[in-house]
């Protein structure tokens, strides 16, 4: 039905934002909950289902485990408990809002989705972003996230106006660090307020050196320089340029005093 | 569309328009108890139980609700008795205007059968969702502790 009706016809997770923004265009909605698509497994990483909710993801020993626990601080953020029983993970990565705090958080942690339109294919949730934007839909089956590495660590910032609120500007880093020293950095900045993306100036300023205090602040510097920084009504440019630099050096003395050497 | 669904207890079967609310079709049916607030999922005056779970009714389609249970504040009521969160509600004075109290209720059920001793903190929490413009929370989160405390104490655990 998707396929033969195209933009008429839309796929629902939960349905939150099928509801909120209504799409004047659907004649027809596929509710995919009702296929069997709700799991977390540990498989030396980790395998989530599209249709699994915030809570299931919350509530299961495997999302709670992964990476220090990474998944439940953030997704603990996300709406109200009421929406996350109902929100779906595949829904809020379909829906792609530029605020979503859980788009930069997958960026830094390389996931990857099988997805479907025809047949199952796999694409790194980047390369899922960007071809969204030439209009491509595929469906959404299952969210990867890699094995967790020896001497990794992984944090989260979000700035909101109330705990309720959607992030004015958010950010996340994963680095792995061997005796201090960044093996692998990555740093995703969302809210500004554009779609989170990826910020490689800044990563490869920080791989192949100590991520102590100078790395941090240079890295926050350049940060603050390298978003696309715009104004809104939730913010100036200027003033998310600030937060992207106090975001991303939280993010990474954490990862740093996780590491051991903070 | 035709959808069957239990609502507080009662299996129903019922035509629905497939871009209906949960919210209206259950004010349809005649369960007020459900209120209408915010209509996006900012207030929670519209949660309900869906197998066992509150969500925003407001925030549902009817459709996903076929062949789910579904509670309101009029199903938690057992022979004529009130759920130990009702009556710890009305104990602890956390009701002033009463809109809101439905909602708070069913977040409270919610985390309580999980839950059987929350943390103030995870009250806060699990009542995150819900809005009262009358209070300053403080009864609601006192009142939570306590249906906790007597439902740890024996009788009704659900």
Same mark, same amino acid.
């Given at each position: 039905?998707?396929?033969?009706?195209?933009?008429?016809a839309?796929?629902?997770g939960?349905?939150?934002?099928?509801?909120l923004?209504?799409?004047?265009?659907?004649?027809a909605?596929?509710?995919?909950t009702?296929?069997?698509?709700?799991?977390?497994?540990?498989?030396?990483?980790? /395998?989530?289902?599209a !249709?699994?909710?915030?809570?299931? &993801? #919350?509530?299961?020993?495997e999302? *709670?485990?992964?990476?220090g626990g990474?998944?439940v601080?953030?997704?603990e953020q996300?709406a109200s408990p009421?929406?996350?029983?109902q929100?779906?993970?595949?829904g809020?990565?379909g829906?792609?809002?530029?605020?979503?705090d859980?788009?930069?958080?997958?960026?830094?942690?390389d996931a990857e989705?099988t997805?479907?339109d025809?047949?199952?294919r796999q694409?790194p949730?980047?390369r899922?972003?960007?071809?969204?934007?030439t209009?491509?839909r595929p469906?959404?089956?299952?969210?990867?996230?890699?094995?967790a590495?020896?001497?990794?660590?992984?944090?989260?910032e /979000?700035?909101?106006? !109330?705990g309720?609120d959607v992030? &004015? #500007?958010?950010c996340?880093?994963? *680095?792995?660090?061997d005796?201090?020293?960044?093996e692998?950095?990555?740093?995703?900045?969302?809210?500004?307020?554009a779609?989170a993306?990826?910020?490689?100036?800044?990563?490869?300023?920080?791989v192949?050196?100590?991520?102590?205090?100078?790395?941090i602040?240079r890295?926050?510097?350049?940060?603050?320089?390298?978003?696309?920084?715009?104004?809104?009504?939730?913010?100036?440019?200027?003033?998310r340029?600030?937060l992207?630099?106090?975001?991303?050096?939280?993010?990474?003395?954490?990862?740093?005093q996780?590491?051991?050497i903070? | 569309?035709?959808i069957?669904?239990?609502?507080?207890?009662?299996?129903?079967?019922?035509?629905?328009?497939?871009?209906e609310?949960l919210?209206?079709?259950?004010?349809?049916?005649?369960?007020m108890?459900?209120?209408?607030?915010?209509g996006?999922?900012?207030?929670?005056a519209?949660?309900?139980?869906?197998?066992g779970?509150?969500?925003?009714?407001?925030l549902?389609?009817?459709?996903?609700?076929?062949g789910?249970e579904?509670?309101?504040?009029e199903?938690?009521?057992r022979?004529?008795a009130?759920h130990?969160?009702?009556e710890?509600?009305?104990?602890?004075?956390g009701?002033?205007?009463?809109y809101?109290?439905p909602?708070?209720?069913?977040?409270?059920?919610?985390l309580?059968?999980?839950?059987?001793?929350?943390?103030?903190?995870?009250?806060r929490l699990?009542?995150s969702?819900?809005l009262?413009?009358?209070?300053?929370?403080?009864?609601?989160?006192?009142?939570?502790?306590?249906?906790?405390?007597?439902?740890?104490?024996g009788?009704?655990?659900?």
């Open positions: 039905m998707l396929a033969e009706r195209g933009k008429a839309r796929a629902v939960g349905g939150i934002d099928v509801h923004f209504r799409v004047q265009e659907a004649s909605l596929v509710d995919l009702s296929i069997d698509l709700a799991y977390v497994r540990a498989d030396g990483g980790l /395998a989530i289902g !249709t699994t909710t915030f809570t299931e &993801i #919350l509530e299961s020993s999302g *709670a485990a992964y990476l990474i998944l601080e953030v997704l996300v009421l929406q996350r029983n929100g779906t993970i595949g809020t990565i829906s792609a809002h530029p605020w979503s859980v788009i930069p958080l997958l960026l830094v942690l989705l997805v479907y025809g047949q199952e694409t949730l980047a899922y972003l960007s071809d969204r934007s209009g491509a469906l959404i089956v299952e969210i990867r996230l890699p094995a590495s020896r001497g990794d660590g992984c944090a989260f /979000a700035f909101t106006t !109330t309720f992030a &004015i #500007l958010n996340a880093a994963y *680095a792995v660090l005796g201090g020293r960044c692998i950095a990555r740093v995703a900045v969302g809210g500004t307020p779609l993306g990826r910020l490689f100036a800044v990563e490869e300023m920080l192949d050196a100590p991520l102590d205090e100078a790395a602040e890295a926050a510097e350049k940060t603050a320089e390298a978003i696309d920084a715009r104004d809104d009504r939730r913010a100036t440019a200027d003033y340029r600030t992207a630099r106090v975001g991303v050096t939280r993010c990474l003395r954490r990862i740093a996780q590491g051991g903070g | 569309m035709t069957t669904l239990t609502i507080n207890g009662t299996r129903r079967t019922v035509d629905i328009d497939p871009g609310k919210l209206d079709l259950l004010r349809r049916e005649g369960v108890g459900v209120k209408v607030g915010c996006s999922g900012d207030c929670g519209c949660a309900v139980l869906v197998d779970r509150a969500v925003n009714s407001c549902l389609y009817a459709a996903k609700a076929d789910a579904v509670v309101t504040i199903g938690l009521e022979d004529g009130l130990p969160v009702q710890a509600f009305l104990d602890e004075g009701i002033q205007c009463g809101c109290t909602g708070m209720v069913i977040s409270a059920v919610d309580l059968s999980r839950n059987r001793d929350p943390s103030e903190e995870e009250i699990a009542l969702g819900n009262c413009r009358c209070t300053g929370y403080t009864k609601q989160i006192q009142a939570v502790r306590k249906a906790a405390e007597r439902m740890r104490g009788g009704r655990d659900d």
